[in-house]
């Protein structure tokens, strides 16, 4: 662990030091709820890469393998659905969680969507943090076999 003017920064799996806190990957444009999520995560023992947006956490992801990704749906440059696909390609079996306050996605119903992408769980804004923390917990079980959620066939594009 490093730390420096800007608080802790996260070492590259590839460094000799080992560190078996879990990596959660958090991705939301909104700041002040990042820092939210960041804090309560910290507190219990995770390891967090913050980003602001899906491309953000799309590079941190390629250089960081997380254990559990927590994501908006609306966010700039690369929404939520296209950094579940784009992880997917990279971590098969990562358990993603969507904090949004959305109920649609290009038309179709959130859940739907996140039935198709393997989503573990669906958390509304404004996400209660003790809800956060426990469906955060409840799928590290989840990180060696992929999502056991089934793929739903459905109207919506994945």
Known sequence: MTESAG???????????I????????????RTLLELYREVLEGDGFRVL???N?????????????D????????????GFGLIRSLRGLYPGVPVIV????LLYDSCPLEEMAAIHGVAAILRKPVDLDDLLQEVR?????????SRRPRVEGGCAA
């Open 19 to 30: 560190d078996l806190a879990p990596i959660a990957l958090i991705a939301d444009d909104e």
């Open 138 to 146: 409840s799928v590290l079980p989840l990180l060696g076999p992929p």
């Open 50 to 52: 913050p980003a602001t």
């Open 54 to 66: 899906g491309q953000e956490a799309l590079a941190l992801a390629q250089t960081w393998v997380p």
């Open 7 to 17: 608080g802790w920064q996260p070492q590259a799996r590839n460094t000799p030091y």
């Open 68 to 79: 559990v990704v927590v994501t908006d749906v609306s966010m700039p440059r690369l929404d």
């Open 99 to 102: 904090a949004t306050g959305s």
